[in-house]
């Protein structure tokens, strides 16, 4: 079983719907990630927050906002998304340990469609 | 851009069996690890390897690392067919902190 809960596990929504996705964990983890996964296709990542500041945007599209309210909760908010959006968006996080990026425990992902 | 590339893209094996799965990288890292992610589901760590070290065992896994040649290889011994999955390596370049990349994956069915 996994440590980091998402929800919800799946949404459909359309493109001019605003939605958004959360992901929490509760190992006292300082870094939180964002990643993308199209079918059959690696992990992309998105974002990193480390000690709740954005530390990585991987030039993610502005229909994308992340947010971390506080340690243990990370969301992504989406707005005016595409078809082409429709993915698996998997949340995971890891402690900090200064120059070394340790493992990374993720959730079961939101399975996202855009209409 | 991706930083690891996997090979064989796919893999087939009799249950018993020792599969072997590769990895290339561009630059320069501070480690590698493996994952294994169940269809459609999130990943699971297996294994991280420093850049300092050559090899590293866990139970039936076991993997190397040369970093001259900017490639990893995982074994893992006695396949079972709960081992069906993909595995993906993943690194973290230096000077990347936190900045965790997956290679394209290997995707490992054992059969029965």
């Known amino acids: 079983d996994t440590e980091v809960t998402q929800t919800p596990k799946h949404l459909v929504m359309g493109m001019t719907n605003k939605k958004s996705l959360k992901c929490e964990q509760h190992?006292?983890?300082?870094?939180m990630y964002w990643y993308k996964q199209k079918a059959k296709k690696p992990p992309e990542l998105m974002f990193v927050?480390?000690?709740?500041?954005?530390?990585i945007n991987e030039s993610v599209p502005s229909r994308f906002s992340p947010e971390c309210p506080n340690s243990s909760l990370l969301n992504l908010h989406l707005h005016a998304l595409q078809p082409e959006d429709s993915a698996l968006y998997l949340c995971?996080?890891?402690?900090?340990?200064?120059?070394?990026?340790?493992?990374?425990?993720f959730g079961e992902g939101s399975r996202l469609t855009v209409l | 851009s991706q930083q690891g590339e996997e090979d064989p893209q796919a893999l087939s094996i009799q249950e018993g069996e020792n599969a072997t799965m590769n990895c290339s990288y561009k630059?320069?890292?501070?480690?590698l690890q493996w994952y294994r992610q169940n269809s459609g589901r999130g990943l699971v760590h297996l294994i991280l390897?420093?850049?300092?070290?050559r090899e590293k065992h866990s139970g039936r896994l076991r993997v190397t690392l040369d970093t001259s040649k900017k490639s990893s290889s995982l074994l893992i011994t006695a396949s079972r067919a709960a081992d069906t999955a993909s595995y993906f390596c993943?690194?973290?370049?230096?000077?990347?902190?936190?900045?965790?990349?997956f290679g394209t994956g290997t995707k490992l069915q054992v059969i029965p």
């Open positions: 630059t320069s890292i501070n480690n």
């Open positions: 993943a690194t973290d370049a230096a000077g990347g902190y936190q900045k965790v990349t």
């Open positions: 927050y480390s000690y709740e500041k954005l530390s």
């Open positions: 390897i420093r850049s300092n070290e």
């Open positions: 190992m006292g983890h300082r870094a």
């Open positions: 995971a996080s890891s402690q900090d340990k200064g120059k070394n990026t340790g493992e990374l425990f």
